[in-house]
């Protein structure tokens, strides 16, 4: 398939399965995963910049949409999808990125993935989880829910490269 | 990365020469930092989205939205509901003896006191029963989609409760599904008052946990119990007074003057599958009558 057409269809598939699978997953206040961001950490190395934003801006929009909240999964996800390039400049191995290859476990190990998808999803949940409240009041309780939705986030992520995008 | 790019702006600025240069300065400085401009201007939309969310809420986009997400939920939903029949059977037999009881107790008045008849005309609030199709718990806005919009005589600020209790307040409807604010929406206010004294107060959600909400507004001399029970007050124009929303959990006397209290809610939000929707048919009048008084 066409590596376009491939990304839309992840997008659909992504949101669907955060929307209608991952949020009726009710474990408690503190641990509340949002996965949508598979979508943009397995974005090909090479997507333009202006590419990554726009793609941030209509997969958060999307989010948004359904979950009836307004603009703060966008704003999260637009941020994320900003840093995402600096972020992979730092990660990168010595001989840097290797082209045909894809930011996934089968191309770069288990402790790169797990490092990359880590640093993406606390910077994603902590922008999101504190526009949702929008004061620091509860600056503690909120940062509680920032540390494990992340781990709960993370580590669905990270199961998902061995069971869907093995290859 | 911004204070940086400003600086740079600024000396390639400063720079002596004709207004051409300065285009192309500024040109140059478009198109080097245009990645950075895109991102300012899709976080901007973000933003404003967010600071305006009642225009959001109700703008066509969203409602047209609100259809089709309504649509998918609906098809989702038959799922988690054929999983919870069990629970949904048990509180339905509850609600009938219930109302059995009511009815018993009904009928025996009608048989002793005589029926002043009036004048006639429909009943002021009228139910109207509909399907959760989709609700969210552990979030800090929760919504509830129901099954029944505009085609059904749904609109915006009708009250809505359940067999246990309150439920929430119709956000915006489309022709056929509604989203609910519930309880356990940072954005929820009411005014409620306690059974046993009559005092009232604001109620509203701290975020915590779907189980509490929180009072406040109680003044200091209230005679306050755990476990008085909380109703609305019938002060607004969306419920009818007594509905009951919970009964009191515990309190502290917050800064002299009033009660913080915390509210056990009676409806369990986690497991809700049918709410019923008031229509409250003199609401538009209440309405009408407040805003010209106020004028």
């Known amino acids: 398939m066409n590596i376009v057409a491939r990304n839309i269809f992840r997008l659909i598939v992504v949101v669907l399965f955060q929307v209608l699978v991952i949020d009726n997953i009710m474990i408690n206040g503190y641990m509340v995963p949002y996965i949508y961001l598979l979508f943009l950490i397995l974005m090909p190395f090479e997507t333009p910049r202006w590419l990554q934003l726009l793609a941030g801006f209509v997969l958060g929009l999307s989010i948004d949409l359904f979950e009836n909240t307004p603009g703060m999964h966008t704003a999260a996800t637009v941020l994320v999808a900003f840093l995402r390039p600096y972020l992979l400049n730092l990660l990168a191995p010595h001989d840097g990125y290797e082209p045909e290859t894809f930011p996934r476990i089968h191309y770069y190990g288990f402790n790169w993935f797990l490092k990359y998808t880590l640093v993406v999803v606390v910077i994603h949940h902590f922008a999101l989880f504190y526009l949702e409240v929008f004061q620091l009041r509860d600056f503690l309780s909120t940062l509680l829910r920032v540390i494990l939705s992340s781990i709960l986030s993370v580590s669905i992520i990270v199961l998902s490269q061995y069971f869907v995008f093995r290859k | ?295």
């Open chain 2, 1 to 295: 990365m911004p204070f940086g790019m400003w600086i740079s702006f600024r000396s390639s600025c400063a720079r002596p020469g004709d207004q051409s240069d300065y285009m192309r300065t500024l040109l140059r400085f478009i198109q080097k930092y245009s990645n950075h401009l895109l991102f300012l201007f899709l976080e901007a939309i973000a933003i404003l989205l967010i600071v305006r969310s009642s225009y959001y809420q109700q703008s066509r986009f969203v409602n047209m939205n609100r259809q089709i997400n309504g649509f998918i939920y609906n098809q989702v939903d038959g799922a988690r509901e054929y999983l919870s029949l069990k629970k949904v059977n048990q509180r339905l037999a509850e609600e009938n003896m219930q109302l059995r009881n009511r009815v018993e107790q009904i009928s025996s008045q009608l048989d002793t006191t005589q029926v002043i008849r009036r004048y006639r005309e429909p009943v002021q609030f009228y139910y109207v029963p509909s399907r959760i199709v989709h609700n969210s718990v552990y979030k800090q806005y929760n919504y509830i989609t129901i099954d029944q919009g505009k085609k059904d005589g749904i609109f915006r600020d009708m009250g809505v409760i359940s067999d246990q209790g309150l439920v929430g307040i119709v956000l915006e409807s489309s022709n056929h599904f509604s989203t609910i604010i519930p309880i356990i929406n940072r954005d929820f206010r009411l005014n409620v008052k306690i059974k046993s004294s009559n005092f009232a107060g604001i109620l509203f959600w701290d975020g915590a946990s779907p189980l509490f909400a929180r009072l406040a507004e109680i003044p200091f001399h209230a005679d306050l119990t755990e476990g008085d029970t909380i109703l609305t007050s019938g002060y607004s124009a969306i419920f009818p007074e007594g509905i009951e929303v919970g009964m009191i959990d515990s309190f502290t006397l917050k800064s002299g003057n009033f009660y913080d209290i915390r509210v056990k809610l009676f409806t369990d939000f986690q497991s809700l599958f049918h709410v019923n929707v008031i229509r409250n048919y003199r609401q538009q009048e209440q309405i009408n009558l407040e805003e010209n008084t106020r004028q």
